[in-house]
Nanobody
Framework: VQLQASGGGLVQAGGSLRLSCAASGRTFNRYTMGWFRQAPGKEREFVAGINWNGGSTFYAASAKGRFTISRDNAKNTVFLQMNSLRLEDTAVYYC??????????????????WGQGTQVTVSS
């Protein structure tokens, strides 16, 4: 399984970005998908996750109410809509997949496959 994250960029505080993660493999629709981020000098942290059919989503407290995770199984893609961005959202964002389809999982070690990351920079 290969994951390709995209959609990062430079945005002003209060703005929005939509990240995408395209996955290879015919069993994508069985995977739990997650988004994580890592800021300079900080540990990687969980942001949001979604179960195989989108019926269950779970968020970190910092993301709840501002970010929305969704998926399109027909396109093997998971999205992260980020609104009301703050300076502290600046990080490299990674998508990850758990082929076992477990939910909710928020620890990075529980995800098997990882994308390469996309940079999100929020400016004042």
């Amino acid at each position: 399984v290969q994951l390709q994250a995209s959609g990062g960029g430079l945005v002003q505080a209060g703005g929005s970005l939509r990240l995408s993660c395209a996955a290879s493999g015919r069993t994508f629709n069985r995977y739990t998908m997650g988004w994580f981020r890592q800021a300079p000098g900080k540990e990687r942290e969980f942001v949001a996750g979604i179960n195989w059919n989108g019926g269950s989503t779970f968020y970190a407290a910092s993301a709840k109410g501002r970010f929305t995770i969704s998926r399109d199984n027909a396109k093997n893609t998971v999205f992260l809509q980020m609104n009301s961005l703050r300076l502290e959202d600046t990080a490299v964002y990674y998508c990850a997949a758990d082929p076992a389809g477990r939910v909710p999982i928020i620890r990075g070690v529980e995800y098997t496959y990882w994308g390469q990351g996309t940079q999100v920079t929020v400016s004042s």
